[in-house]
C-alpha cells in the first residue's frame, strides 16, 4: 500500500537522498523547506519518474510555530503521514561566545525544538493506526561535547536522547522511532557551517541505505559507517574531559 513520507530538509543532502529512496519504492512525498524552486524541481522530477504524489511545502522550521502550521497544512490537505523523517537542520562552527545569538537561536529553534513539535504533533495519529514511525537526524556529534561546535552537538544530544526514550515509550507498538547519526557527509552542510571540508566523508546514499535499512529492523539509533560506529562506542569508556579534548583536537585536523 502506498504510505506517505514528510521529510524535512528535502531540498539537498541528506534529506533529498532520502525523498530519492522512498520514491524509489513508490512512496508519495511531502518535502519540506526553505528553498521553494528547489523543492519543485525535485517534485516534478520524481512524480515524473516514479509516477508518485510530491507535495511541497516551503516552511522555514526556524520560526516559532512553524510546526503548527506544518502539521496543519498536511490535515488540511487531507494528508495522512505514516513517516516523518526530521531532517532538517544546521550547525555553526566557531567560539560559543563569537557566535551570532540570533543564528544560534534559530539553530536550537530548528534542530530541537521543531523536531521534538513535529514528533508530538504526527506520532499520535501513527499510534492510532498502529503503524508508521519517525526518523530524527541527529550525528556522531550526540556522543560528546565538542569545543568550536558546542551549541550543534548540543542540539545533537538532545535529539539522541530524545529519540531513544521515545523509542522506548513506544516499545511493543508497531509505531518506530529511530535516530539516524552520520559522521562528517558530502552535502552543504560545511559550506553552511561556515568551515571548508572535513576529512573523509560518507555519501549521503550510504547514510540513508543504514538509515532505511535499520529502520526496518526497529533499532532505536543507527551510526553510519564502521568508523563513526567504532569512535562512538569508543567514548563512552574514555574520560569525558579526554573525550571532549580529542573532540577539539579532532575537529581542528578534520578541517585543514
Ligand atoms: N553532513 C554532515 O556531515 C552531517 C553529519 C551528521 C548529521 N548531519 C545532519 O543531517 C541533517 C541534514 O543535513 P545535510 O548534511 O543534508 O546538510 P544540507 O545539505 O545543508 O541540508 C540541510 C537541509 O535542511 C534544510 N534547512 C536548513 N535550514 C532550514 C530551515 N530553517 N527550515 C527548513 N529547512 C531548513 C535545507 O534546505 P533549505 O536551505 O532549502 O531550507 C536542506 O534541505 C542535518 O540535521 C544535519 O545536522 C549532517
Same mark, same amino acid.
Given at each position: 500500500?502506498?504510505?506517505?513520507?514528510?521529510?524535512?530538509?528535502?531540498?539537498?543532502?541528506?534529506?533529498?537522498?532520502?525523498?530519492?529512496?522512498?520514491?524509489?519504492?513508490?512512496?508519495?512525498?511531502?518535502?519540506?523547506?526553505?528553498?521553494?524552486?528547489?523543492?519543485?524541481? /525535485?517534485?516534478?522530477?520524481?512524480?515524473?519518474? +516514479? %509516477?508518485?504524489? @510530491?507535495?511541497?511545502? &516551503?516552511?522555514? #522550521?526556524? !520560526?516559532?510555530?512553524?510546526?503548527?502550521?506544518?502539521?496543519?497544512?498536511?490535515?488540511?490537505?487531507?494528508?495522512?503521514?505514516?513517516?516523518? /523523517?526530521?531532517?532538517?537542520?544546521?550547525?555553526? +562552527? %566557531?567560539?560559543? @561566545?563569537?557566535?551570532? &545569538?540570533?543564528? #544560534?537561536? !534559530?539553530?536550537?529553534?530548528?534542530?530541537?525544538?521543531?523536531?521534538?513539535?513535529?514528533?508530538?504533533?504526527?506520532?499520535?495519529?501513527?499510534?492510532?493506526?498502529?503503524?508508521?514511525?519517525?526518523?530524527?537526524?541527529?550525528?556522531?556529534?550526540?556522543?560528546?561535547?565538542?569545543?568550536?561546535?558546542?551549541?550543534?552537538?548540543?542540539?545533537?544530544?538532545?535529539?539522541?536522547?530524545?529519540?531513544?526514550?521515545?523509542?522506548?515509550?513506544?516499545?511493543?507498538?508497531?509505531?518506530?522511532?529511530?535516530?539516524?547519526?552520520?559522521?562528517?557527509?558530502?552535502?552543504?552542510?560545511?559550506?553552511?557551517?561556515?568551515?571548508?571540508?572535513?576529512?573523509?566523508?560518507?555519501?549521503?546514499?550510504?547514510?540513508?541505505?543504514?538509515?532505511?535499512?535499520?529502520?526496518?529492523?526497529?533499532?532505536?539509533?543507527?551510526?553510519?559507517?564502521?568508523?563513526?560506529?567504532?569512535?562512538?562506542?569508543?567514548?563512552?569508556?574514555?574520560?569525558?574531559?579526554?573525550?571532549?579534548?580529542?573532540?577539539?583536537?579532532?575537529?581542528?585536523?578534520?578541517?585543514?
Amino acid at each position: 500500500m502506498k504510505e506517505t513520507i514528510l521529510i524535512t530538509g528535502a531540498s539537498g543532502g541528506i534529506g533529498e537522498v532520502f525523498a530519492r529512496e522512498y520514491a524509489k519504492l513508490g512512496q508519495n512525498l511531502v518535502l519540506v523547506a526553505r528553498s521553494e524552486i528547489r523543492l519543485n524541481q /525535485i517534485a516534478s522530477e520524481l512524480t515524473e519518474k +516514479f %509516477g508518485i504524489h @510530491v507535495k511541497v511545502i &516551503p516552511l522555514d #522550521l526556524s !520560526e516559532l510555530n512553524s510546526a503548527e502550521r506544518l502539521f496543519n497544512e498536511c490535515t488540511e490537505a487531507g494528508i495522512q503521514v505514516n513517516v516523518l /523523517i526530521n531532517n532538517a537542520g544546521f550547525g555553526l +562552527f %566557531g567560539k560559543f @561566545v563569537d557566535l551570532d &545569538p540570533k543564528r #544560534l537561536e !534559530e539553530m536550537m529553534l530548528l534542530n530541537m525544538v521543531s523536531l521534538s513539535k513535529l514528533c508530538r504533533l504526527f506520532l499520535p495519529s501513527m499510534i492510532g493506526k498502529q503503524s508508521g514511525g519517525v526518523i530524527n537526524v541527529a550525528s556522531t556529534a550526540a556522543f560528546q561535547g565538542i569545543p568550536f561546535f558546542a551549541t550543534y552537538a548540543a542540539t545533537k544530544a538532545y535529539v539522541l536522547h530524545l529519540t531513544e526514550a521515545l523509542h522506548f515509550e513506544l516499545k511493543g507498538t508497531p509505531v518506530e522511532v529511530m535516530a539516524l547519526c552520520p559522521g562528517p557527509t558530502q552535502t552543504d552542510f560545511f559550506k553552511s557551517a561556515g568551515r571548508g571540508s572535513f576529512g573523509y566523508l560518507q555519501t549521503p546514499e550510504a547514510v540513508v541505505e543504514a538509515a532505511l535499512q535499520g529502520f526496518r529492523l526497529g533499532k532505536a539509533n543507527v551510526v553510519s559507517g564502521m568508523t563513526n560506529k567504532v569512535t562512538s562506542t569508543l567514548v563512552r569508556f574514555a574520560p569525558r574531559a579526554w573525550v571532549t579534548g580529542a573532540a577539539a583536537k579532532l575537529l581542528e585536523r578534520g578541517s585543514k
